[in-house]
Structures are given as structure tokens and as C-alpha cells.
């Protein structure tokens, strides 16, 4: 069995009365390369902003090796997750 680097459970987020992410299930195993893709406003980087904490989940569980960062201080989360923007052009 793959041991879940990275486990998303149920994420929701809104951005006042728009829905963002409603339910979002992921998980990453241990050694294992995933990629969010889809078209512009469906939400990815959203998830990713999420992940680290740059914008707040409504709901949900976000566990990075079994520990729900949710709950972790912000510093102490980008202490160990980093997040590299992209620029639109490229």
C-alpha cells in the first residue's frame, strides 16, 4: 500500500457566494509526480494556494504526512511546503 504524502479530503472553498472548490478528493503517494490541469478559473491554483495556507479552506482536511496543516501555525507550515508561482506568460 502507497503511503499518502499528501491527502485531501472534501476541500471546500468560497469565495463569497461563489463555490470555488466543493468537494475536492486528492491523494499523493510517497515518490509519486501529479499535476493539476484544466481550464483557466476551475480552480487550480486555488487548490494549491489551500495546500499552503495562502488563502484559508472553508472545509475540509489538507494532511501532509498524516498532520492536517489546517491547524499548524502558517510559518511553521511554509517552513516545509513551498509554493514556486508560475508567470501567466509563460
Request: proline residues 3%.
Amino acid at each position: 500500500m502507497t503511503e499518502h504524502i499528501l491527502e485531501i479530503k472534501n476541500l471546500t472553498k468560497r469565495f463569497g457566494n461563489n463555490a470555488v472548490l466543493h468537494g475536492i478528493n486528492l491523494n499523493i503517494g510517497k515518490g509519486e509526480v501529479a499535476c493539476l490541469i484544466g481550464p483557466s478559473g476551475s480552480g487550480k491554483s486555488t487548490v494549491l494556494r489551500c495546500i499552503n495556507l495562502l488563502e484559508r479552506p472553508d472545509g475540509g482536511q489538507i494532511l501532509f504526512k498524516g498532520q492536517d496543516v489546517t491547524t499548524l501555525p502558517t510559518g511553521l507550515l511554509h517552513a516545509r511546503i513551498g509554493m514556486v508561482f508560475q508567470q501567466f506568460n509563460l
